[in-house]
């Protein structure tokens, strides 16, 4: 259960902003086939070729169902295109007797980057503690792929509790279970605003970015505070995701439903036309 206690840590002297590489990553979630997928994956990296997106400039990575993750990794490879990985989520075990479980290492054969851990559907919709998020973390790292960690708090934590004390609270028990060098993303997705049409205000997604990458201060160092990427999540669409990338604190989004919108996904992958003309 997550420790509540958790104090925000103050802000200090703010950290330089670094050269973090904004991450749009799109979770389709319980959605699409095999050829489905593969249709989508052809069809956005038709679309982003046309808009000439520049990948050094925005990663964009997709999160297929597990029975899509060969599809289109072979895809990618053949086509040679500039997509990234991701898998929904990683057991925490090795291997053995886990009826149902995906290893990391079996993800890794598949040349998945990101895994997804502790996503709010995960915690609360299968009852995974803190623990087991630290645990699959551990083992995503363990296999050279990279864990998403996802925080949030539901409408009755940020009633009772604040803005950031419970993803704060969240983040510190999942680091617990890694190597002070490891790499990872943190995704913040308030409950009360996934897949709700209402989502965070620029300024609510910055506050909670910024407490955590305090804390990430306080956790891993100055280093590494500033280059750890910090995601937000919530009914992101193309209308809002402009103000979201023009906080210091925020490198991206982790996109839902809008993912699956091939159209609208591009739209929001281009979020520097947007900010730059904003």
């Not at 503690?129 to 960690?149: E, F, Q, Y």
């Not at 969240?170 to 190597?179: D, I, K, S, V, W």
């Not at 506050?207 to 955590?212: C, D, G, I, K, S």
Request: net charge negative; glycine share 8%; charged share 20%.
């Amino acid at each position: 259960m997550t420790n509540q206690n958790t104090e925000v840590p103050e802000i200090r002297e703010p950290l330089p902003q670094g050269n973090r590489t904004p991450l749009i990553a799109g979770n389709w979630k319980m959605n699409l086939d095999h050829l489905q997928a593969i249709a989508l994956v052809q069809k956005l990296a038709w679309g982003l070729k046309d808009v000439r997106h520049d990948f050094s400039e925005a990663e964009v990575a997709v999160f297929p169902p597990f029975t899509d993750l060969r599809s289109v990794q072979t895809l990618l490879a053949a086509d040679k295109l500039s997509l990234t990985l991701g898998a929904q989520d990683v057991s925490p075990h090795e291997s053995g007797a886990y009826t149902g479980d995906i290893s990391a290492a079996m993800l890794a054969k598949l040349d998945v980057r990101y895994a997804l851990v502790g996503h709010s559907e995960r915690r609360h919709g299968h009852s995974e503690s803190d623990d087991t998020v630290g645990l699959k973390a551990r083992a995503a790292h363990a296999a050279g792929i990279v864990p998403m960690i996802c925080v949030g708090e539901t409408a009755e934590d940020l009633e009772q509790h604040g803005a950031a004390a419970i993803p704060i609270a969240q983040l510190t028990a999942a680091l617990a279970h890694l190597p002070q060098d490891a790499e990872f993303v943190v995704a913040y997705e308030p409950v009360w605003a996934i897949g709700s049409g209402q989502a965070a205000t620029p300024e609510q997604a910055e506050e909670v970015a910024r407490a955590l990458r305090e804390h990430l201060r306080e956790l891993r160092g100055d280093d590494r505070a500033v280059a750890i990427r910090v995601l937000y999540g919530g009914s992101v669409a193309s209308q809002n995701i402009a103000g979201f990338m023009r906080q210091p604190n925020i490198d991206g989004a982790l996109i839902g439903g809008a993912s699956l919108k091939v159209d609208e996904f591009t739209r929001i992958i281009q979020f520097k036309k947007h900010v730059t003309a904003g």
